[in-house]
T-cell receptor, first 111, second 119 residues
Framework: KQEVTQIPAALSVPEGENLVLNCSFTDSAIYNLQWFRQDPGKGLTSLLLIQSSQREQTSGRLNASLDKSSGRSTLYIAASQPGDSATYLCAVRHSNYQLIWGAGTKLIIKP | GAVVSQHPSWVICKSGTSVKIECRSLDFQATTMFWYRQFPKQSLMLMATSNEGSKATYEQGVEKDKFLINHASLTLSTLTVTSAHPEDSSFYIC???????????????FGEGSRLTVL
């Protein structure tokens, strides 16, 4: 049974710092992995999608890596801003489209 | 990018009533949509997979007679919470698989969610 773990559960850093969020999964037979952002009381915003054959994806200040063999993905945020404050979720997908979610990392960027 | 619209964004209802939530893919056709539920401070949990023109597939522990799903067209899926009770109060989110020109990126696009409060 696939399990997805996100560490840390919460993180607070000063504005401007670079930071890394971690996501680990127990079953490496995934179709892809997706990082999302969730603002309080709102829906999800897809940040980055990494296919199983890819090693990383980049979008602006965000970079996500995938190491299937070790069951790990990281989301790197460069030059953090207060507007980056949100809960970040990773989800792995198997071929049947089912997504298995991590519990999320709550990120607070202090001005 | 692909857009998924969900309506209503929030609803308050009395216990025992039924509530319908709509999920629409605005600029693409979605043969498959997914419904999730999120309780406070918990992860999103898949409730069911909705396939256009056929019956939905429910996850274990989700009552299909209570959470009615209809996917009558390639752009619309509805979730009806029947005889809602306070324990059904939650954040419900739908998603649909994006893609264009026959390309399946595997990326899922999400609606903004519907917050249901049952009094």
């Amino acid at each position: 049974k696939q399990e997805v773990t996100q560490i840390p559960a919460a993180l607070s850093v000063p504005e401007g710092e670079n930071l890394v969020l971690n996501c680990s999964f127990t079953d490496s037979a995934i179709y892809n992995l997706q990082w999302f952002r969730q603002d309080p009381g709102k829906g999800l915003t897809s940040l980055l999608l990494i296919q199983s054959s890819q090693r990383e994806q980049t979008s602006g200040r965000l970079n996500a890596s995938l190491d299937k063999s070790s069951g790990r993905s990281t989301l790197y945020i460069a030059a953090s801003q207060p507007g980056d404050s949100a809960t970040y979720l990773c989800a792995v997908r198997h071929s049947n489209y089912q997504l298995i979610w991590g519990a999320g990392t709550k990120l607070i960027i202090k001005p | 990018g692909a857009v998924v619209s969900q309506h209503p964004s929030w609803v308050i209802c009395k216990s025992g009533t039924s509530v319908k939530i709509e999920c629409r893919s605005l600029d693409f056709q979605a043969t498959t949509m997914f419904w999730y539920r999120q309780f406070p401070k918990q992860s999103l949990m898949l409730m069911a997979t909705s396939n256009e023109g056929s019956k939905a597939t429910y996850e274990q522990g989700v009552e299909k007679d209570k959470f009615l799903i209809n996917h009558a067209s390639l752009t619309l899926s509805t979730l009806t919470v029947t005889s809602a009770h306070p324990e059904d109060s939650s954040f419900y989110i739908c998603s649909a698989r994006g893609g264009s020109g026959g390309t399946n990126t595997g990326e899922l696009f999400f609606g903004e969610g519907s917050r249901l409060t049952v009094l």
